[in-house]
Protein backbone atom coordinates (compact mmCIF):
# COMPACT_ATOMS: atom_id res chain seq x y z
CA UNK A 1 0.00 0.00 0.00
CA UNK A 2 1.25 3.02 -0.72
CA UNK A 3 2.12 6.06 1.56
CA UNK A 4 -0.82 8.38 2.06
CA UNK A 5 -1.14 11.32 4.48
CA UNK A 6 -4.63 11.01 6.93
CA UNK A 7 -5.49 12.92 9.55
CA UNK A 8 -5.37 10.90 12.59
CA UNK A 9 -6.87 13.39 15.26
CA UNK A 10 -4.12 13.00 17.81
CA UNK A 11 -1.75 14.95 19.55
CA UNK A 12 -0.39 16.51 21.92
CA UNK A 13 -3.23 17.14 24.63
CA UNK A 14 -3.37 20.67 25.65
CA UNK A 15 -1.02 22.30 28.51
CA UNK A 16 -3.30 23.14 31.50
CA UNK A 17 -3.28 26.39 32.44
CA UNK A 18 -3.45 28.42 35.77
CA UNK A 19 -6.21 30.53 36.06
CA UNK A 20 -6.28 32.90 39.29
CA UNK A 21 -9.73 34.15 39.61
CA UNK A 22 -12.88 32.70 37.74
CA UNK A 23 -13.84 35.14 35.62
CA UNK A 24 -17.16 36.77 35.94
CA UNK A 25 -20.37 35.27 34.60
CA UNK A 26 -21.79 38.07 32.54
CA UNK A 27 -22.67 39.33 29.18
CA UNK A 28 -21.11 42.42 28.17
CA UNK A 29 -23.38 44.79 25.30
CA UNK A 30 -22.22 48.17 24.02
CA UNK A 31 -25.73 49.14 23.33
CA UNK A 32 -27.33 50.91 25.67
CA UNK A 33 -29.62 48.89 28.36
CA UNK A 34 -33.01 47.51 27.39
CA UNK A 35 -31.78 47.67 23.43
CA UNK A 36 -32.11 44.52 21.43
CA UNK A 37 -28.76 42.65 21.02
CA UNK A 38 -27.73 42.67 17.28
CA UNK A 39 -25.86 39.62 16.11
CA UNK A 40 -24.21 36.74 17.61
CA UNK A 41 -22.40 36.88 20.85
CA UNK A 42 -18.80 36.71 20.92
CA UNK A 43 -17.29 34.12 23.31
CA UNK A 44 -14.31 34.51 25.46
CA UNK A 45 -12.90 31.80 27.09
CA UNK A 46 -11.27 31.72 30.52
CA UNK A 47 -7.93 31.48 29.20
CA UNK A 48 -8.29 34.66 27.04
CA UNK A 49 -10.03 36.61 29.80
CA UNK A 50 -7.17 35.91 32.46
CA UNK A 51 -4.62 36.68 29.49
CA UNK A 52 -6.14 40.47 29.02
CA UNK A 53 -6.76 40.70 33.07
CA UNK A 54 -2.83 39.64 33.57
CA UNK A 55 -1.28 42.17 30.61
CA UNK A 56 -3.89 45.07 30.75
CA UNK A 57 -5.56 45.42 34.44
CA UNK A 58 -2.17 43.95 36.41
CA UNK A 59 0.20 45.49 33.97
CA UNK A 60 2.49 42.36 33.99
CA UNK A 61 4.74 41.88 30.76
CA UNK A 62 4.15 38.46 28.54
CA UNK A 63 6.44 36.68 30.35
CA UNK A 64 5.66 37.70 33.45
CA UNK A 65 2.25 36.89 32.63
CA UNK A 66 3.17 33.66 30.84
CA UNK A 67 4.66 32.11 34.01
CA UNK A 68 1.76 32.78 35.83
CA UNK A 69 -0.64 30.88 33.94
CA UNK A 70 1.59 27.79 33.39
CA UNK A 71 2.30 28.12 29.44
CA UNK A 72 4.51 29.53 27.44
CA UNK A 73 5.51 33.15 26.16
CA UNK A 74 4.36 31.67 22.58
CA UNK A 75 1.19 30.42 23.82
CA UNK A 76 0.82 33.24 25.84
CA UNK A 77 1.35 36.34 23.04
CA UNK A 78 -1.59 34.02 21.18
CA UNK A 79 -4.24 33.66 23.76
CA UNK A 80 -3.61 37.55 23.66
CA UNK A 81 -3.57 37.46 20.38
CA UNK A 82 -7.22 35.75 20.09
CA UNK A 83 -8.62 37.36 23.11
CA UNK A 84 -7.77 41.36 21.86
CA UNK A 85 -9.13 40.12 18.02
CA UNK A 86 -12.79 38.63 19.31
CA UNK A 87 -13.06 42.05 21.79
CA UNK A 88 -12.10 44.15 18.82
CA UNK A 89 -14.68 42.62 16.84
CA UNK A 90 -17.28 42.13 19.22
CA UNK A 91 -16.61 46.59 19.55
CA UNK A 92 -16.81 46.85 16.33
CA UNK A 93 -19.42 44.61 14.91
CA UNK A 94 -21.36 46.31 18.54
CA UNK A 95 -21.90 42.68 19.25
CA UNK A 96 -22.30 41.15 22.74
CA UNK A 97 -19.65 39.91 24.58
CA UNK A 98 -19.70 36.30 27.12
CA UNK A 99 -17.85 35.10 29.36
CA UNK A 100 -17.53 31.40 29.41
Known amino acids: MPWQWRRRR ?4 PKPR ?3 APPPKIVFSPLPPGAPLVGDPIYLGHDEYEALRLSYYLGLTQEEAAQRMGVSRGTYWRILYSARRKL ?7 RPI ?3
Open 10 to 13: RGRP
Open 18 to 20: RIE
Open 88 to 94: VKALVEA
Open 98 to 100: VIS
